[in-house]
């Protein structure tokens, strides 16, 4: 069964800071390129940081550079998202995401999600 389990929200100050953890089982975590997401009242889901199966190439939306870094552990099966600099703007659920595309069948499984709040 594949679980992908967010942890690590919360409310913090503009200029806090947060750690998300994306906890997963049930697949072969090494294979996947993991992601994280998030979704505003209001707005679509966009893709906020995205990290290779090995860890050696990671991208980030404009709007998060020099803030956000994405990491993994490829021996802990998790997936991490260290928010700093936090704005109001940065008020979503932030989703975990693990996608993997063979020849024969694309693979996309997600988070339940974690809520960040930015607020003073």
């Known amino acids: 069964q594949v679980q992908l389990v967010e942890s690590g929200g919360g409310l913090v100050q503009p200029g806090g800071s947060l750690r998300l953890s994306c906890a997963t089982s049930g697949f072969t975590f090494s294979n996947y390129a993991m992601s994280w997401y998030r979704q505003a009242p209001g707005k679509e889901r966009e893709l906020v940081a995205d990290i290779t199966s090995a860890g050696r190439i990671s991208n980030y939306a404009d709007s998060v550079k020099g803030r956000f870094t994405i990491s993994r552990d490829n021996g802990k099966n998790t997936v991490y998202l260290q928010m700093n600099s936090l704005k109001p703007e940065d008020t979503a659920v932030y989703y975990c995401?693990?996608?993997?595309?063979?020849?024969?069948?694309?693979?996309?499984?997600w988070g339940q999600g974690t809520q960040v709040t930015v607020s003073s």
């Open positions: 995401n693990a996608r993997r595309t063979t020849l024969v069948r694309n693979y996309h499984y």
